[in-house]
Structure formats: structure tokens, C-alpha cells
Antibody, heavy 121, light 111 residues
Framework: QVQVQQWGAGLLKPSETLSLTCAVYGGSFSDYYWNWIRQPPGKGLEWIGEINHSGGTNYNPSLKSRVTISVDMSKNQFSLKLSSVTAADTAVYYC???????????????WGQGTLVTVSS | QSVLTQPPSVSGAPGQRVTISCTGSSSNIGAGYDVHWYQQPPGTAPKLLIYGNSNRPSGVPDRFSGSKSGTSASLAITGLQAEDEADYYCQSYDSSLNGWVFGGGTKLTVL
């Protein structure tokens, strides 16, 4: 049974860089894609990006210029960095495992507990 | 504005049946990409409810079912229970955005 646990700073000032990490316990790390998804308060889900075990990434075009997702295979961890944050980036950020069997077929079957990140001066 | 369109809210009495629609376009659902559904009770992380249009993960009651036709998909919940009160999201792939997209979410209220 896979467990996904995440952590990172919860309060940022505008223009700072958001940094979150997710650790995976149990199950295979290399057989899946690892994702970040966010949810602004009271709103819906937005996919941020994904990474595989070899470091291949795919990002949401609307965030691509500010997002970096990296992986540390030795620790079964992956991380999110989002630069130049503004109040619009205030959200609960989730990490999630993606079961991807084609370039265009994927769903998220295990989710982290979520981290509320607030951007405020 | 979400790429996949869901009704903001639906409601039903205990024991009743409700459906939640998810309407897309030719660049996502209509292109043949699978639709998946998630349940998110208040204050919790989303949970996978239906994958591959109509498949239930282990542990999900058979009161939940999914279907897909053309550019739309639907989630049906029969025998409504108070514990079903949650937000529900559909998800698929969009070829125009080259990424995974979600519906705006539907809040289910059990009366």
C-alpha cells in the first residue's frame, strides 16, 4: 500500500519561490509518474506538472515558465518549485501518483494530504 | 473556466439516484481519451472513484458507476447516503493543452 507524504513552507511573500517535497513509501517508485496538483480556496483542481523516475517532465502550459519539478530516486522523493509567486498562487498543493499507460491516458490513484500555501505580503 | 464542464451542484434525498455530467470537446473526451472521477469530502484530499470511464477501484461501492458517450461522461450514484456528500471532479487529457485537465467540480448535497 503506497503512502504519499508531503511537506514545505506554508506562508510566502509575493515574488518568493514556493518549494514543496513529496516522499513515497511502499510500492514501486519507478513504474509511475509523479504529479503536483493545486486547488485554490473554494475552487477546483488544477494540474501543475509531472515527472517520471528518470527525470522526464511535462508541465501545464499556463505555469510552465515558473515551474520546476525534480526527482531524487535515492530517497523516493520528488519536489516542486514555483517561482515569482503572487496571491493567485495561494492554494492547497497536492502531490499524487499517476498511473499512466499511454501518452494520453493517466489517472491519479494516491494523493498526499495537501499543503496550504498562502502568498501574502 | 474549466476545459471540462460540470454542474456546480446537484442534490438528492437519501436512497435516491443522482447523476453528474462532465462535458468536454473534440480535443479531450470527444477524442477518445478516458474520463476518471474523484470524490473529495470537505477538508480532505481527492480520492479516486472511477477510472477508465467505468471502472471502480477496490473498495469503492458498486453504488457508483461511470459512463462515457461522445464528448460527455457521467457519474451515477444510486442509493444516496449521507456520507456521499462531497465534491466530485472529472478528469481527462486535452490534446490542445497537452496535459491533464479537470472539470470545475460538482458539490453533491444529500438532503
Amino acid at each position: 500500500q503506497v503512502q504519499v507524504q508531503q511537506w514545505g513552507a506554508g506562508l510566502l511573500k509575493p515574488s518568493e519561490t514556493l518549494s514543496l517535497t513529496c516522499a513515497v513509501y511502499g510500492g514501486s517508485f519507478s513504474d509511475y509518474y509523479w504529479n503536483w496538483i493545486r486547488q485554490p480556496p473554494g475552487k477546483g483542481l488544477e494540474w501543475i506538472g509531472e515527472i517520471n523516475h528518470s527525470g522526464g517532465t511535462n508541465y501545464n502550459p499556463s505555469l510552465k515558465s515558473r515551474v520546476t519539478i525534480s526527482v531524487d530516486m535515492s530517497k523516493n522523493q520528488f519536489s516542486l518549485k514555483l517561482s515569482s509567486v503572487t496571491a493567485a498562487d495561494t492554494a492547497v498543493y497536492y502531490c499524487a501518483r499517476g498511473l499512466r499507460w499511454l501518452q494520453t491516458q493517466n489517472y491519479f490513484d494516491s494523493w498526499g494530504q495537501g499543503t496550504l500555501v498562502t502568498v501574502s505580503s | 473556466q474549466s476545459v471540462l464542464t460540470q454542474p456546480p451542484s446537484v442534490s438528492g434525498a437519501p436512497g435516491q439516484r443522482v447523476t453528474i455530467s462532465c462535458t468536454g470537446s473534440s480535443s479531450n473526451i470527444g477524442a477518445g481519451y478516458d474520463v476518471h472521477w474523484y470524490q473529495q469530502p470537505p477538508g480532505t484530499a481527492p480520492k479516486l472513484l472511477i477510472y477508465g470511464n467505468s471502472n471502480r477501484p477496490s473498495g469503492v461501492p458498486d453504488r457508483f458507476s461511470g459512463s462515457k458517450s461522445g464528448t460527455s461522461a457521467s457519474l451515477a450514484i444510486t442509493g444516496l447516503q449521507a456520507e456521499d456528500e462531497a465534491d466530485y471532479y472529472c478528469q481527462s487529457y486535452d490534446s490542445s493543452l497537452n496535459g491533464w485537465v479537470f472539470g470545475g467540480g460538482t458539490k453533491l448535497t444529500v438532503l
